[in-house]
C-alpha cells in the first residue's frame, strides 16, 4: 500500500520560501518517478516539478528558476524548495509517483500579504 504525506505547507508573504516534504511508504522514491502538483482553487490540478529516478528534474515554466525538488533516499522523502513566493502559488500542493494513482492528501500553500 502506496502512502504519501505531504507537509510543509502554510502562510507565507510574497517573496518568502517554503520547503514542502513528502513522506512516501510503499514505494522506494529513489527508484522512482516522482513529481509535485498542485491545484488552486476553482482550477485544474497542474505539474509543478517532476525528479526522475535517475535524477533528472523537471519544472513548470512558471516556477523555474524560483523552485528546487530533491529527494532524500535515506528518508524516503522528496522535498520541493520554493522561493520568491507569489500569490499565483497559493494552492494545495500534491506528491504523486508519475505513472500511478496514488496521490497524497496535500498540504495547503497561501501566498499573502
Known amino acids: 500500500q502506496v502512502q504519501l504525506a505531504e507537509s510543509g505547507g502554510g502562510l507565507v508573504q510574497p517573496g518568502g520560501s517554503l520547503r514542502l516534504s513528502c513522506a512516501a511508504s510503499g514505494i522506494i522514491v529513489s527508484i522512482s518517478d516522482m513529481a509535485w502538483y498542485r491545484q488552486a482553487p476553482g482550477k485544474q490540478r497542474e505539474f509543478v516539478a517532476g525528479?526522475?529516478?535517475?535524477?533528472?528534474?523537471f519544472y513548470a515554466d512558471s516556477v523555474k528558476g524560483r523552485s528546487t525538488i530533491s529527494r532524500d533516499s535515506a528518508e524516503n522523502t522528496v522535498d520541493l524548495q520554493m522561493n520568491s513566493l507569489k500569490p499565483e502559488d497559493t494552492a494545495v500542493y500534491y506528491c504523486h509517483p508519475d505513472g500511478t494513482a496514488y496521490w497524497g492528501k496535500g498540504t495547503l500553500v497561501t501566498v499573502s500579504s
Open positions: 525528479i526522475a529516478k535517475r535524477g533528472s528534474t
